[in-house]
């Protein structure tokens, strides 16, 4: 076998094959539909497979050298390829969809340090290869290399040491790469929970059996609770005594410290809002179904009159020339659309149980909020008196009220919805040259600062003072059955769970969270976090945080709408969460990197874009803003399966010491061939002593014209 022996041949070999590697789990997401629990443990752990083949490959071509600074330099040379490439196409991902499939791998393994084992693995490989090449140093930097007079002559026996040496580095080498596999296997075997449990109806006395897992019944009576309250926007009357009946179950439950902390929001809510338009033809104005765009601008009770005018989907070249300044706008907001297909291309897991899943394609809830936030900014600064937005694409679920957005961001401009069929009519009768006059109607009261939203959450001690946080959010735009009665009702189960059991028999401190701001921006997350910043959050290991338990209406209101699941890039982690839903039977659930396109578009994402680890599982069925959320709505079925399954997975997380939970897969990666590998093959490389035989090629000695020793050069 000839070896590359010219660091340029190295390097394009060695990119060549880092390439190849990278084009891997985009491969399989696109040629596999990644249900099965074994490609989900690959990908969790891929981000290790990469350094370590380039580490190998490079062992295998570079073994030979003549002194161990040319054999580090070139072994590191190749690991340093890899990361430099993904430290490359990392940041160009937006630009081409090549770059983000060729990044994947570092999506899946997490981004973190990648410059800097960038600069450690290539620096190093750089300056060692040139350090070896030149024999900067003494003499003894080298291993004894036949000369061409010698190189015939029979090569002496290694002494009984050095082959000591080398028989020990085998088998460590053995061992450190059978680990790899070995913790993989270990963190993905269904693990049997340690606590003992009974069900509802079991013989015997249940309290000598053990806590009652969450039944389907239980989940569904918080849930009704909580629906009960109505519309629980964030600082409402309904919501405060939803933050109080929270508070009231868990000391029920029996939590020794529950807690209520109050966060100052800017307080925002509708009492009136109207569209009426006339088209000049005589029978006069003409009132549409609309629905307000929250915390846009008030207006006086009168509200705006301005001529209409169509800006297309809002672009700046939609409208570029036009005067808009002091008119009313009907701009496009057009349908975003999520596709399991594509989707399960930059996760772990794809899980579909039934296989029916294949083609699945739905509007995402928050696409027309995305796309009015996106050209608002434009539409403010040309001086637009009012916005009208044509929702495409939103189905016919009732009367309107797509409550979006919401981030709780006070806007001057009044902003309304309607809907598709009576912005077409505007459109085709604007374009047919019609003069148009709209009147805009919102008033709204306005308090900014005066809101209040309530965190409630309770403490439950364990053995280890280190804690998972378990959470949801309480408010809601409506009753809201999904959004997130059905995230509060497991939370609820599983906290009355967990206060039945012993402190000692809790692996970690637990702590249930609540939080009510989500509907206006999620102040109270940060808050929180800055709040516990040297108590709950310095001792946190995961945000374990649980939403919407959802059907598929209006599209198949028998049927699950698909759910993601977000995590931290810990392949630990992600193998027990891949082997809850797997075992458990948790259909048309997608597990998602946090470094996705995606982002961590949960209650949990201001934890995460902190820096905090997360398990995020949350749906995104198409009425979730709308008042078309009722109970019926909700995945009733799935209710008792899913608090178990979050029993089983908390469990299985209690058996795993913390040191292993916390690393991302680049972390490990880097320090596995850093600290374990390299060492290994320096040893092994320097037990060989003078004269090894069994060289594929042999290097020679030759002469430069003036008689000198010629030892190599970068070119090889």
């Known amino acids: 076998m000839r070896r590359p022996h010219a660091v340029w041949v190295q390097v394009l070999l060695f990119l060549l094959f880092a390439v190849v590697l990278s084009a891997v789990p985009a491969l399989v997401g696109l040629l596999a539909d990644k249900s099965g629990l074994g490609l989900s443990l690959f990908l969790a752990w891929y981000g290790i497979f990469p350094p370590v083949t380039l580490f190998l490959l490079g062992w295998l071509f570079y073994r030979y050298e003549s002194n161990w600074l040319r054999f580090w330099g070139r072994v590191s040379l190749g690991v340093g390829i890899w990361f430099s490439l993904q430290a490359l196409v990392t940041p160009l991902a937006e630009a081409s969809l090549v770059f983000r499939l060729l990044s994947l791998p570092t999506v899946l393994a997490g981004d973190n340090w990648l410059w800097l084992w960038t600069v450690i693995f290539l620096g190093d490989g750089i300056c060692l290869t040139v350090a070896g090449t030149y024999r900067l140093g003494a003499a003894s930097l080298t291993r004894d290399v036949p000369t061409a007079a010698s190189a015939s002559e029979p090569a002496s026996e290694p002494a009984p040491g050095r082959t000591r040496i080398r028989t020990a580095v085998t088998i460590a080498a053995i061992v450190l790469l059978a680990a790899v596999p070995a913790l993989v296997v270990w963190s993905s075997v269904p693990g049997t929970p340690r606590l003992p449990t009974s069900t509802p109806g079991a013989e015997g006395d249940p309290a000598s059996l053990g ?149 699945w394609s739905r509007p995402y809830p928050i696409g027309w909020m995305i796309h009015y936030l996106s050209v608002y900014p434009a539409l403010e600064e040309a001086g637009v008196a009012g916005i009208i937005g044509v929702l495409r694409g939103y189905p016919d679920m009732g009367p309107l009220s797509y409550y979006a957005p919401y981030d709780g961001e006070l806007r001057s401009v009044p902003s309304l919805y309607i809907r598709e069929r009576e912005g077409q009519r505007l459109v085709e009768a604007l374009q047919g040259g019609a003069g148009v006059t709209a009147s805009v109607v919102l008033e709204a009261a306005v308090a900014p600062g005066a809101g209040r939203a309530p965190v409630v959450y309770g403490v439950l001690p364990g053995r280890s003072e280190t804690n998972l946080i378990i959470h949801s959010h309480y408010d809601s735009p409506w009753a809201s059955g999904v959004e997130d009665s059905s995230g509060v009702g497991v939370v609820l189960a599983l906290a009355r769970y967990y206060a039945a059991v012993p402190a000692e028999a809790r692996d970690r401190t637990l702590v249930f969270l609540f939080t009510g701001s989500h509907m206006v921006g999620a102040p109270t997350n940060p808050w929180f976090i800055e709040s516990h910043r040297e108590d709950i959050m310095a001792r946190n290991l995961y945000d374990i945080a649980i939403e919407h338990v959802a059907d598929d209406f209006p599209y198949d209101d028998e049927g699950l709408t698909a759910r993601g699941a977000f995590v931290t890039e810990n392949p630990v982690v992600a193998s027990i969460f891949a082997r809850t839903v797997t075992t458990r039977g948790l259909d048309r659930t997608l597990i998602f990197p946090t470094g996705t396109p995606l982002g961590v578009p949960t209650d949990a994402g201001p934890f995460q874009r902190a820096g905090y680890r997360v398990v995020s599982l949350i749906s995104g069925p198409v009425y979730l803003f709308d008042a078309a959320d009722t109970l019926d709505r909700v995945a009733r079925d799935e209710l008792g399966p899913m608090a178990a399954a979050y029993v089983d997975f908390i469990e299985r997380l209690g058996q795993v010491p913390d040191f292993l939970l916390r690393p991302k897969v680049n972390l490990l990666a880097a320090l596995y061939v850093l600290v374990l590998l390299t060492p290994l093959a320096l040893a092994g490389y320097l037990s060989r002593g003078p004269g090894y035989a069994g060289r594929p090629v042999v290097m020679t000695t030759g002469t430069r014209k003036n008689g000198g020793e010629l030892h190599g050069s970068i070119g090889g």
Do not use: H, M, N
């Open 211 to 359: 806590p009652r897992l969450p039944s389907t019944e239980e989940v569904w009576s918080y849930i009704v609770d909580i629906y009960s309250f109505g519309p629980r926007r964030t600082g409402s009357q309904a919501a405060l005594a939803t933050a109080d009946y929270l508070a009231s179950r868990l000391t029920g439950f029996g939590f020794a410290d529950v807690r209520v902390e109050t966060v100052d929001f800017d307080y925002w809510e509708a009492s009136r809002w109207r569209v009426s338009v006339d088209d000049g033809s005589g029978s006069g104005p003409r009132d549409l179904e609309c629905f307000y765009v929250p915390y846009s601008g008030p207006t006086a009770p009168e509200g705006v009159t301005a001529e209409l005018v169509y800006v297309g989907t809002g672009r700046s070249e939609d409208w570029a020339g036009t005067d808009v300044a002091g008119k009313v706008v009907l701009v496009d907001l057009p349908p975003v659309e999520v596709a399991w297909d594509q989707l399960k291309i930059f996760g772990y897991l794809a899980y579909d149980k039934t296989g029916r899943t294949k083609g």
